[in-house]
């Protein structure tokens, strides 16, 4: 699949770092280096718009060595990038580490996972067909 994107950043697209990558990894656009202090959140351009065909998103979602080694993660994981929006993307980071981190132009901050959707009609219904495991929920497996 061909998806347009426009780069103003002088990055290079994201890009899957492994044949087996899902996740394209995506890059901070920075005039200067953004330190984050614990608990501390921010949003960090990327310089990328993209058109998505409908049908899609884009999903953006941590980097699992960013959040082991420096405690950093993204909030509204897994974040949405509906096939109609246009604007920048933008990347919501949060310091979850009990030091303050730096966060430097071009450094890979996230990952972009191109998954397809269907939209829904809801059906009005009184009942519901009932399953094995019916209402249980939240742990009713146990933990071993």
Do not use: C
Request: cysteine-free; overall charge negative; hydrophobic content about 35%.
């Amino acid at each position: 699949m061909n998806v347009k994107v426009i780069n103003n950043s002088p990055h290079p697209l994201p890009s899957y770092e492994t044949t087996g990558s899902a996740g394209l990894d995506v890059r901070a656009w920075l005039p200067e280096t953004i330190e984050l202090k614990p608990l501390e959140r921010k949003l960090v351009p990327t310089g990328l718009f993209i058109e998505l065909p409908a049908g899609f998103e884009a999903q953006i979602r941590p980097r699992s060595g960013l959040a082991v080694k420096k405690g950093l993660t993204l909030l509204n994981t897994p974040g949405t990038i509906d096939s109609d929006y246009r604007g920048e993307i933008k990347i919501i980071m949060v310091n979850v580490s009990d030091v303050p981190q730096i966060i430097e132009n071009g450094e890979r901050i996230a990952q972009m996972i191109i998954s397809r959707y269907e939209q829904i009609t809801w059906q009005l219904s009184t009942e519901l067909e009932s399953t094995d495991r019916g209402a249980g929920g939240f742990g009713h497996t146990g933990v071993k």
